[in-house]
């Protein structure tokens, strides 16, 4: 896979403000990237250095092998970018936004009818083309955001909180559209959100941030290991722990901890080659075993646990 | 720079201040006040005998057209009391407060063109575009400056027609309007006033970032046309071809000054990072 996007040591201050401190990642092509983290945490300040709007204190960036700070014109002909806010002429109508829009990209007059005909189509606005965007219910209003970031047909879309303000039906609505664009389009996408299980269900691999640095980086599945080694199982019985089960269950090889957990028990495996084990030890024991299920820590229990880590704590299991 | 993405944000800024009605509506109500208006009443007023026998009595009035300044003196010569009354007030005293016009025009348009984008928080999606800043600065001041200055000379046209027609039974031939005096004032002092309106109307957005805001404070710029009208009534400054070239002058050097500080804040960064 190519990078297209490439962000090494990056620091960026306000005056004495620190917004990002050493910030190194890569993004490579066709993947939905997240950069996860609280209000301030300085994704917005990324989007806009990796766009040119202003030249880092230090670091370098490379956006499709351009330089943000010398050729920021260049790179925003190839990128588009979805505000926080949906930062939409509210007094013109949806065709006079995406028109002025398509001016400003510098597409070719004659593919603009059609092209802001196709985008008001997909994102289920083409009845309303002609009215106010005052007139238009938030989740509307994003849906032409969106709209707009996609006009000129960017390499790389950049989506600044897409669904922060949404009601959870339009949030789930506009996440909907923004998979099918990164998956079915093969659109490379970079998504700042602070709304973890939307990082969950779009992202390939993300970025966690924390007061400006780097906490981690990687897939769900990396960052899960990274935080919470080993596997856990939660092992339901129908009627009581026999008791000698926790003493015979910590002596099985790849069983690292064993924990009561009300009527459950609770255990850290090596690998889950050894659930058979655990299963056949219970039976063994006199245990009624009902459930037994590998664990699997959501993006939100690694979430915390990394900005726990940051803030000077240690890793929850 | 593109014009077609000048054209384009010039454009869409019009669009917007024809959508708000506190933005359009003085633009209407001021020029036909003073362009037809009020000329009509000075024009018709003075047709009534007992109206003119009360001004020829009234001592201060008379010795008021006595004092005024040899240069416009010379215009009353030959001319009646009736003639000279219409000449005085119309020919003379409206002059500079014609000037309102072009200032108020685009400081309206240029509230709403930059501080308005600041208010409504459009401004990042415009950052956003390949436009660079340089475009979309002269995309907006050419928003603001040119229908300015277009209503600007509407106004002057329809004023000269309005006094040309309305006052040819009073003036019976002996002087036509405009007077050669205006032209500066129009083709000059207009110009510069507009800039100047522009240029100090985005130093302002830039600290209260709303369009009534930006509006009333810009507003105060209506004291330099106060003061030429005050000038020109108690004769003090006579707006003569010379002294309104000279007038001119000054004001495009200020309007110059601000116009440069204003393009060296319109950048990226600040307009982002204020605006946030």
């Not at chain 1, 303000?165 to 996440?175: F, I």
């Not at chain 2, 720079?1 to 708000?20: C, F, G, H, Y």
Request: hydrophobic letters at 50%.
């Amino acid at each position: 896979m190519k990078t297209i996007l490439s962000v090494e040591h990056l620091t960026h201050r306000y005056g004495d403000q620190p917004a990002l401190d050493n910030l190194s990642f890569e993004m490579q092509e066709g993947e939905i990237f997240g950069l996860l983290g609280p209000n301030g945490a300085g994704k917005t300040t990324t989007v806009r250095l990796v766009n040119g709007m202003f030249p880092p204190s230090t670091g370098k960036i490379r956006v499709l092998g351009l330089n943000p700070t010398r050729q920021g014109t260049e790179i925003r002909r190839q990128t588009g970018v979805l505000t926080e806010t949906p930062a939409l002429y509210e007094r013109l109508t949806a065709r006079q936004n995406l028109e002025f829009f398509a001016t400003l990209c510098e597409m070719p007059k004659s593919e603009r009818p059609a092209r802001i005909s196709e985008l008001l189509s997909f994102f289920g606005l083409e009845p309303r083309a002609n009215d106010k965007v005052s007139t238009f219910s938030k989740g509307m209003k994003q849906r032409l955001a969106l709209a707009r970031a996609l006009l000129h047909r960017p390499e790389i879309l950049f989506l600044d909180e897409p669904t922060s303000a949404l009601d959870p039906e339009a949030s789930a609505q506009v996440r909907d559209l923004i998979a099918s664009i990164g998956r079915e389009d093969g659109r490379s996408v970079l998504v700042c959100t602070h709304i973890l299980s939307e990082a969950e269900r779009l992202c390939d691999r993300v970025a966690i941030l924390g007061k400006g640095r780097l906490l981690a980086l990687g897939s769900l599945e990396e960052l899960r290991r990274r935080v919470m080694p080993g596997l856990w199982l939660e092992v339901e019985l129908l009627s009581g722990i026999p008791a000698s089960l926790e003493a015979r269950l910590a002596t099985i090889d790849g069983v690292l901890a064993v924990e009561p957990a009300g009527s459950s028990l609770r255990l850290q495996v090596s690998q889950l080659a050894v659930v058979p084990a655990v299963a056949a030890a219970v039976i063994s024991a006199g245990g009624h075993l009902l459930r037994l299920q590998p664990q699997e820590i959501s993006l939100e229990e690694v979430y915390f646990a990394l900005q726990n880590e940051s803030n000077g704590g240690s890793h929850a299991s | 720079m593109r014009p077609e993405v000048i054209t384009a944000i010039a454009k869409k800024d019009l669009l917007e201040v024809r959508q708000n009605t506190s933005a359009w509506l003085p633009m209407v109500i001021v020029p036909l006040l003073f362009a037809v208006g009020l000329p009509l009443i000075i024009l018709l007023a003075p047709r009534n005998p007992a109206f003119l026998n009360q001004i020829a009595a009234d001592p201060d009035l008379m010795s008021f057209i006595d004092r005024l300044p040899p240069v416009m003196l010379a215009y009353l010569e030959g001319l009646d009391l009736n003639q000279k009354m219409v000449m005085i007030f119309l020919g003379f005293f409206f002059a500079p407060m014609f000037l309102i016009m072009p200032l108020m025009f685009s400081t309206i348009i240029a509230a709403e063109s930059f501080a308005g984008e600041w208010e409504r928080k459009t401004l990042e999606a415009l950052l956003y575009t390949p436009a660079s800043d340089a475009e979309l600065f002269v995309g907006k001041m050419a928003a603001a400056g040119a229908p300015a200055l277009l209503l600007t000379w509407i106004c002057f046209g329809l004023y000269t027609l309005v006094l040309n027609a309305a006052g040819a039974p009073i003036m019976a031939g002996k002087i036509s309007f405009p007077l050669p005096t205006w032209y500066p004032l129009i083709f000059w002092i207009s110009p510069a006033l507009s800039l100047l309106g522009i240029s100090a109307t985005v130093l302002i957005s830039a600290r209260t970032k709303t369009f009534m805001g930006a509006y009333q404070l810009s507003g105060s710029l209506v004291l330099i046309v106060l003061a030429l009208v005050v000038g020109q009534v108690t004769g003090v400054l006579y707006l003569s071809i010379g002294s309104g070239m000279l007038v001119g002058l000054v004001i495009w050097l200020t309007a110059g000054l601000l116009t440069w500080l204003s393009v060296r804040l319109f950048k990226r960064a600040f307009l982002l990072i204020s605006g946030d």
